[in-house]
């Protein structure tokens, strides 16, 4: 498995999009916790310093989706386009296979969230360690559904269609049903992590759960794939 999780996440983090996100989102949680610095009346009275993280937490509540499946959408399905899947299942098992993807792409999202995180840090001379968990819930969850999607779906097109889709969508219905009681949105609010995350606390275990379940259903889909 460890082979697989280290080609994943070099894979990933050499290409030019991962490059372009990484720098976008550490200049932007660069600027955003300079301008705060220089204006500590935008903190309020009690020095509301979870202001600091808001631009990263921004970025990955309405554009996380869009972010992962813009540079991991054919995670899957590459390896069964490129016919490259029989040398791997001669190789290893098929869970550790698609642990493996997993954990590289999981891996490289860690890495980019913690430098911005840093960044911030250093800033603001404080920890964020609540909004640090809750982001990197929310992109646990969404690397999961990433490795479904694209065990499902077979061609990388096809992946990249419905993640733009999905990218799009999942913000918009998600932060909607979060803050509605509409019969008909009960299952974006239940299904998506937005509803988990408002609520905070013990709710965040449940982003988790369902990304352990996607998982758990790539895994078996995979097992039964005819390769």
């Known amino acids: 498995?460890?082979?697989?999780?280290?080609?994943?996440?070099?894979?990933?983090?050499k290409s030019f999009k991962s490059v372009a996100i990484v720098l976008f989102f550490t200049l932007t949680s660069f600027l955003t916790a300079t301008y705060l610095a220089n204006h500590p009346e935008l903190l309020g009275?009690?020095?509301?310093?979870?202001?600091?993280?808001?631009?990263?937490?921004?970025?990955?509540?309405?554009l996380g989706f869009l972010f992962v499946f813009a540079v991991s959408h054919d995670?899957?399905?590459?390896?069964?386009?490129?016919?490259?899947?029989?040398?791997l299942v001669s190789k290893t098992s098929r869970f550790n296979i698609i642990a493996g993807k997993f954990l590289g792409s999981f891996l490289f999202w860690v890495c980019s969230i913690s430098i911005s995180f840093f960044v911030?840090?250093?800033?603001?001379?404080?920890?964020?360690?609540?909004?640090?968990?809750?982001?990197?819930?929310?992109?646990?969850?969404?690397?999961?559904?990433?490795?479904?999607?694209?065990?499902?779906?077979?061609?990388?097109?096809?992946?990249?269609?419905?993640?733009?889709?999905?990218?799009?969508?999942?913000?918009?219905?998600?932060?909607?049903?979060?803050?509605?009681?509409?019969?008909?949105?009960?299952?974006?609010?239940?299904?998506?992590?937005?509803?988990?995350?408002?609520?905070?606390?013990?709710?965040?275990?449940?982003?988790f759960l369902l990304g352990l379940l996607f998982l758990t259903v790539a895994y078996f889909m995979f097992y039964r794939k005819d390769l």
């Open 75 to 87: 995670i899957v399905n590459r390896e069964l386009d490129d016919q490259t899947i029989r040398l």
């Open 120 to 207: 911030v840090t250093l800033y603001a001379k404080s920890t964020f360690f609540l909004d640090y968990l809750i982001v990197i819930t929310v992109l646990f969850f969404i690397t999961c559904l990433n490795v479904l999607l694209s065990t499902v779906l077979t061609r990388p097109g096809m992946t990249m269609f419905f993640g733009i889709l999905l990218g799009i969508l999942c913000p918009v219905l998600g932060f909607w049903a979060a803050f509605s009681n509409n019969w008909y949105l009960l299952p974006f609010k239940y299904l998506l992590p937005y509803y988990y995350v408002v609520e905070s606390g013990g709710y965040l275990i449940v982003p």
């Open 45 to 62: 009275d009690g020095g509301n310093d979870s202001a600091y993280t808001s631009s990263i937490k921004f970025l990955i509540f309405f």
């Open 1 to 13: 498995m460890i082979p697989i999780i280290r080609n994943e996440f070099f894979q990933t983090i």
